[in-house]
């Protein structure tokens, strides 16, 4: 019986289920933000902005929860989608932003067919992506699944999934694992840190992020991006979102 029912805990979500899943990040509600400030001063990456208009830089964000704590007139709450983008000024969200559809050229998705194989990349991550990419081979999530596959070498990747800011001992390496990939290749830019650097990098030891020395594909968001927001990633990036 207990083994019944710890199987029908981990079972497989379906697509739909996927879909279904929201994972939130800051937005606020412009019926009630006053744009005080006090969220964006409160911000230990400068992730918000109240300039013109409030809006969120999830490249930045570190889903700490502390614009909402400062908040005294309860306008955020974590209901923002937090998406990928294929663009990374996609990633700055505010109430009025209209998101562009992430796609891959036609030319790459006709040679990559219904299957990616990735090779994961630790350009200086704290181990909080790897955790969660661990997870997409669990049960849960089953990415392979979806034709979608981590594979143990470069030579046999389609694409490089990099988490971390990209750190000074670290590029070397990634540099050797870039020039190791056939082409077409594809690039992900996993987690706050390896979008924007943040809260570890543009320092001496540390960069700014994947595109400050490889060109991004996708960049997905997140600190640490959810499993979720991942296989929505892929699968929407090679057009396989659509659900009967």
């Known amino acids: 019986m207990m083994q019944s029912m710890l199987f029908k805990k981990r079972r497989t979500l379906s697509l739909r289920e996927l879909l279904d899943q929201r994972v939130g990040c800051p937005l606020a509600d412009p019926l009630i933000c006053d744009m005080c400030g006090k969220c964006s001063e409160a ?3 400068q992730a918000i902005s109240v300039s013109d208009r409030w809006s969120v830089d999830l490249g930045k964000c570190l889903w700490c929860g502390d614009c909402l704590e400062t908040c005294e ?3 955020l709450s974590m209901a923002g989608g937090c998406e990928a983008a294929g663009r990374r000024q996609d990633l700055i969200l505010s109430a009025e932003t209209e998101r562009s559809a992430l796609r891959l050229k036609d030319e790459t998705r006709k040679v990559l067919g219904r299957s990616l194989a990735i090779r994961e990349v630790d350009a200086g991550s704290c181990n909080g992506c790897e955790v969660e990419v661990n997870s997409l081979s669990n049960p849960m999530y089953d990415l392979e699944r979806f034709g979608i596959r981590m594979v143990a070498s470069p030579r046999h990747a389609d694409m490089l999934l990099v988490t971390g800011p990209v750190t000074r001992n670290m590029l070397p390496a990634l540099m050797k694992t870039y020039a190791a990939t056939p082409e077409p290749k594809l690039i992900a830019a ?9 809260p570890f990098g543009n320092s001496y030891a540390s ?8 060109p991004v594909d996708i960049f997905i968001p997140g600190c640490p991006p959810h499993p979720r927001t991942i296989i929505m990633a892929l699968l929407e990036a090679l057009g396989r979102l659509q659900v009967t």
Do not use: E, N, R
């Open 73 to 75: 007139k309860g306008a």
């Open 190 to 198: 996993l987690g706050t840190c390896a979008i924007s650097g943040c």
């Open 207 to 214: 960069g700014k992020g994947v595109s400050d020395v490889l």
């Open 43 to 45: 911000c230990p990456t």
